[in-house]
Structures are given as structure tokens and as C-alpha cells.
């Protein structure tokens, strides 16, 4: 149960505006186990949006370490952190990021083609992933003709498709009403109670509560990192 | 299944604009169907030179009488090709050129009330076999009839419609040319159009009947025509001629000579340098269009990249690697031109046949030319292609993903 999933070592990131270099992050170390599902919060400016784009392998960081599910990724090639993000990681984005011309089926199956899996496979994988977001019915319909929540589910079962370690979810709620954010966040809860890591970044305490640890950013440092209970409160 | 994708992915792109895509791919069309129509035509051009030369008999040399030189300086006067030339040239050449004579005019023909202005050519009975002119009805004139000046002619296919009658009624009938009667003894088979030379339309008669009876004394030949029992002969044949023409007309060897040889084959290769120069020149025009075409092609997937910067970074997060994003740009700009290229085919193969059958002209397509048109329009589309898709590839996903 103790397995490391994540574990950051010094994590820096500055970033040059013009003569101005913008310390983003200033040192991060954070271990997140298998099985865990973690809240990262922080106002706007906290560098919680730059801590998800390291931890998501879609960026480099500047200085330290960062290792995910037993690999250094920090220092790894564009391609290799194609390749991680394709395998070890599951994207939830604010705005779905769905491919608004291609079926919910296909929009699963993304990733598996550029995993190189066959089509037979794909698309039995892609079913399946569907069917548990409760999409069965849904499949061949393209994202303009789902509703908000829908299209957030067809997410799920895309960044599910892999079987990734880590389910990254950035805003998953920000773009829903209230019923169907609080929807959303029972699947995810669902998925945790099944044994998936997921880190979770959001500036909502509501959601967050959802969650059952929560790390705070300021100011590119980690000032609070704790266990709590459903009513997001200290234990 | 990576190329399945992608070559889905560009399907799919380019059926979501069908009027931009179309509209991008115009220049490669017009290009690629200017290409394909212009060597056509060159091609065409060409082809029905050579046919028309062939008509003449490519192993035919033609002697004409050249200028009289004194000291180097042409003086205008005109010397004289004789019967007397031709029959040296007969005689003297041991049996391997066919020889004939021509003298010609134009002259007025009548029959009952019908009247016609034809060229009429006095040659030998051999003249026929050199440019595979053929009887269908009567018969050929004779050495016999050259011989006793006989008033016998020989006519082109068609002069009979031109005497209100046909071919077949006229043989055995008498025609007046210039005002004297003369026996059809025979009619051509048709020839059909082969340039200047209008067999056809022409009137044929012993070479001694013209001189004496139809151009009154004249002795000056046209010119003299020598065929040569084989291609490869050629040079030996106007070695033996220029030897013995320098004989009969005195000339030392190493001065000028006052006549000349041509053969049919330097005249086709005159007109073939022409009509390449010109299609090489229209296809090159084209060709410029292609490239035109191609610059259209490059503005538009650099609008497609922008366009799609975010689907881009989905690709990215999602696992796609640098190459997956290369290819699927450029493999949608590939599959633009060749598309273009195709419908360019298409429309230039149709252009060809529609220019053939409304304007009269000769048009061949060259496979080759398909072909290279083809090919030369893939080429556009990879390096016109490059460099939007390099920038697609080069993309940060977390810019692209933020995109708006």
C-alpha cells in the first residue's frame, strides 16, 4: 500500500518574463503514495498550475528531482514524456479537452493509438471504459451532442484508458454546475475507493473536502500538507 | 494503425473545409492539368510532324538547284538542275537510288464546264514509289509514255470531285490542263493531309510532256528527287550524289557547289527543336503554377496549425510524440496535393481531349508527364508541407493546451 507514486525532491521552476525571472516554484518535495487521493490547493499565483504541468510530465522542471512510479522523469526526453504521459498518466481537464469531431468511442481510444495497440483492442478497451463511467449508451455520439457532465466522463474514461498510476485531475468541476460537479467528484471517489491515485488540483475547499489529503502551495513552497476528514477537516 | 489515424485525421480535416480545401487544392489542379494539356499538345505537335514526314518518305533526298557563286559572291542567277542531271544521276549511281525529275506548276485544269487551278508535277514513273503513292483506279504512266511525250496524267484522289465528277468515271476520259487534252490513265488512292505536301489535290504527267507540251521549253527542274534503298545508305548516297551532280556540272571538288541535297529528316529535326522549345516553355509556365499552387498549400496548413493548436495539445498530453504531430500535418498536406494532382489529371487528361476535339489539335498524353506532374505535385506537398507541420510538431502542450 506504501508504494511511492510520487516523490519530488527540491522541485524548482522560474520562468524569465522579459529581465524578470519568475520563481514559480521554489522548492517542492511531496510523496504521494499508491492509493491516495490528494487535493493540491493554493490561490492563483501559489504555482499550483505549474506544480500540475511538472507533475503531469507536459514540463520540466528547472532544477531537483521528481520520480513517478519508480522513474526519474525530470530529466527524460520530449518523446519519453510522451511516452509516460501516454502510460502512466490520466488527464482530467477543466475544459474536457475532448476532440469535438471524433465519437466519445474514439476520443477513448486516443491514447491507445498512439500506444500502438490494435484496433479490435481498442475499441473492446474503449467500451469498457465507457460502460464504467455509465457512457454505454453513448459511444457513437460526438462531444457537441453531450452534455457538460457527459463529456467529463467521457474524460475519465479516456485518462482511465491506460491504466494509468496517477489520475490528474485540473479543475475536473470548474466548468459544471453544482449537482453534476458533485456527480463528477462521486466517480472519482468511486475510482479512489477502487485502488486509483488521484491528485486532484483545485482552489474549492468543497471539492477538496472530496478528497482525503490536501496539500497547500504558497508562493511556490508547500505550507501545509494534511490528512482530513469528509467534511475537509483536519484530522 | 498510427498511419490508419492519421490518415484519418486528414480525411477528416479536409472533408470539415471541403470548399477551403478545394479551393487550396486549385492550384495544384490548374497546375498539375496545365502540365499534363501542354505536353499534350507539344507531344501532339510533334507526332503529326513526324507523321507527315514519314508520308513524305524519310529516305528521299531532295536536290534542288542552288545560287552560282563568282569569287565567293552569290550573283542571284539561278543555276540550272536538267534532265539531263537526273539521268546521270540514274545512270551513273549503279542502280541504288530510284531517281526522278520534277518540274511544277500551278496550272488551270478544265473538264466539260468545270474548271479547278491545280498543281500539276511532271515526273518519272518512279516518283510514285518514292512517296507510296498508290493506284486505285486505271494505271501508272510509263517509262514508255515519258519517252514519246505522252499527253497521259495521273490524279490526286480528290482533283476529280474538283472536275464536278468522281475517280472512277474520269479514268479513260480526257482533261484539258492549260487548254490541252490529256487521257486520264489513273487515279491515287487517297493520301490524306501530309503538310506542304498535298499529293491529293495534284496532278501528275510525264516529266518530258510538261517540258515540252504544258511549260513551253522549259528545261530548269524543280528539282530532282533521289530515294535511297535504305536509311542507312543515306550518306553514302549523297556522296555518290554531290560526285557525280560536280561532274555534270564541272564543279572542282573543295568549291562550292551550286545545288544542294536536303534530306526529309533535317527538316523534321528543324520543326522538332521548334515544337520542344515550345512545349518545354508552356510546361514551364505551368510548372510555375504548381509551385504557386504549393505556396497556397503552405498558407493554409499554417492557418490549419493555428486552427487546431489545441487539438494539438490534447494529441500531446494524450502520449503523442514529436513525429506523430510531424507526420499527421504533413501527411495532410500530402494527401491536399495529391488529391490536387488527381483531380489535376483529370481535368488536364479531359482539357487535352476537349482541345483535340473543339479546336482541331493534336494532343498525346504522355504517361510521363502524368506521371511526373503526379509525383512533382507530392513533392510540393512534402516540402511545402514541412514547415507547418515542423511548427505544429514543435508545439509546447501546455501553451497549446491553453489555447483559445
Request: with cysteine.
Amino acid at each position: 500500500m506504501s508504494e511511492l507514486i510520487i516523490q519530488t525532491d527540491g522541485l524548482k521552476k522560474y520562468y524569465i518574463l522579459g529581465s524578470e525571472t519568475v520563481r514559480a516554484l521554489r522548492g517542492v518535495n511531496i510523496e504521494i503514495n499508491s492509493g491516495e487521493f490528494v487535493s493540491i490547493m493554493g490561490p492563483s499565483g501559489s504555482g499550483k498550475s505549474t506544480l500540475m504541468n511538472l507533475i503531469g510530465c507536459l514540463d520540466t522542471p528547472t532544477e531537483g528531482q521528481y520520480w513517478l512510479n519508480g522513474i526519474q522523469v525530470s530529466d527524460l526526453s520530449d518523446d519519453d514524456l510522451a511516452r509516460i504521459r501516454n502510460q502512466e498518466i490520466g488527464f482530467v481537464f477543466q475544459t474536457f479537452n475532448l476532440l469535438p469531431r471524433a465519437t466519445a468511442l474514439h476520443n477513448v481510444e486516443l491514447p491507445l493509438i498512439y500506444a500502438g495497440v490494435g484496433a479490435k483492442e481498442r475499441r473492446q478497451r474503449a467500451k469498457e471504459k465507457l460502460e464504467l463511467v455509465k457512457l454505454g449508451d453513448r459511444m457513437d455520439h460526438r462531444p457537441p451532442e453531450l452534455s457538460g457532465g457527459q463529456r467529463q466522463r467521457v474524460a475519465v474514461a479516456r485518462a482511465l484508458i491506460n491504466n494509468p498510476a496517477l489520475l490528474l485531475a485540473d479543475e475536473p468541476t470548474g466548468n459544471l454546475d453544482s449537482v453534476t460537479g458533485e456527480e463528477m467528484m462521486a466517480v472519482l471517489v468511486d475510482l479512489n475507493n477502487s485502488g486509483q491515485t488521484i491528485v486532484l488540483v483545485t482552489h474549492e475547499k468543497d471539492i477538496a473536502a472530496y478528497s482525503k489529503r490536501q496539500i497547500h502551495l504558497h508562493d511556490g513552497i508547500v505550507s501545509k500538507d494534511f490528512l482530513h476528514d469528509k467534511a475537509g477537516v483536519q484530522a | 494503425m498510427l498511419i490508419k489515424e492519421i490518415l484519418r485525421v486528414a480525411l477528416t480535416a479536409i472533408r470539415a473545409n471541403v470548399l477551403r480545401s478545394f479551393l487550396t487544392t486549385l492550384g495544384i489542379i490548374i497546375g498539375v492539368s496545365a502540365v499534363i494539356a501542354m505536353v499534350a499538345l507539344g507531344e501532339g505537335a510533334q507526332r503529326r510532324i513526324e507523321e507527315q514526314i514519314s508520308k513524305m518518305g524519310t529516305n528521299v533526298l531532295t536536290i534542288r538547284a542552288g545560287q552560282r557563286h563568282w569569287g565567293g559572291v552569290a550573283t542571284g542567277e539561278t543555276e540550272d538542275l536538267t534532265v539531263e542531271d537526273a539521268e546521270a544521276l540514274r545512270d551513273r549511281s549503279g542502280g541504288t537510288l530510284s531517281i526522278s525529275p520534277e518540274l511544277s506548276s500551278r496550272v488551270q485544269l478544265a473538264y466539260l464546264r468545270w474548271n479547278s487551278n491545280n498543281q500539276v508535277r511532271g515526273v518519272w514513273p518512279e516518283y510514285f514509289g518514292m512517296y507510296n503513292l498508290n493506284i486505285e483506279h486505271g494505271e501508272m504512266f510509263d517509262q514508255g509514255h515519258v519517252q514519246g511525250r505522252r499527253r497521259v496524267a495521273i490524279l490526286g484522289s480528290a482533283v476529280a470531285e474538283e472536275l464536278g465528277t468522281t475517280g472512277s468515271l474520269l479514268v479513260g476520259n480526257k482533261i484539258q490542263i492549260r487548254g490541252q487534252p490529256f487521257e486520264v490513265l489513273g487515279v491515287l488512292e487517297e493520301k490524306g493531309d501530309a503538310g506542304w505536301f498535298r499529293p491529293d489535290d495534284e496532278v501528275f504527267i510525264p516529266t518530258s510532256t510538261a517540258q515540252f507540251r504544258v511549260f513551253g521549253g522549259r528545261r530548269r527542274l524543280s528539282s530532282i528527287y533521289a530515294q535511297v534503298s535504305s536509311t542507312n545508305a543515306m550518306d553514302a548516297a549523297f556522296a555518290d550524289i554531290d560526285r557525280i551532280l560536280r561532274r555534270e556540272h564541272k564543279v572542282r571538288p573543295g568549291d562550292n557547289a551550286d545545288f544542294s541535297i536536303r534530306n526529309a529528316s533535317d527538316l523534321i529535326g528543324a520543326f522538332t527543336a521548334t515544337t520542344q522549345t515550345f512545349t518545354m516553355l508552356l510546361a514551364g509556365i505551368a510548372a510555375i503554377s504548381l509551385i504557386v499552387g504549393g505556396i497556397g498549400i503552405m498558407n493554409i496548413m499554417l492557418v490549419s496549425v493555428t486552427e487546431r493548436t489545441r487539438e494539438i495539445g490534447i494529441r500531446k498530453a494524450l502520449g503523442a510524440t514529436k513525429k506523430a504531430i510531424l507526420f499527421q500535418f504533413l501527411i495532410e498536406a500530402l494527401v491536399l496535393c495529391f488529391m490536387g494532382g488527381i483531380l489535376g489529371v483529370i481535368v488536364g487528361v479531359g482539357g487535352a481531349e476537349v482541345l483535340s476535339r473543339i479546336a482541331n489539335w493534336d494532343t498525346v498524353v504522355v504517361p510521363e508527364a502524368v506521371l511526373t506532374a503526379l509525383g512533382f505535385s507530392a513533392g510540393i506537398g512534402l516540402f511545402f508541407g514541412i514547415w507547418p507541420a515542423q511548427r505544429a510538431a514543435k508545439l509546447n502542450p501546455i501553451d497549446a493546451l491553453r489555447y483559445e
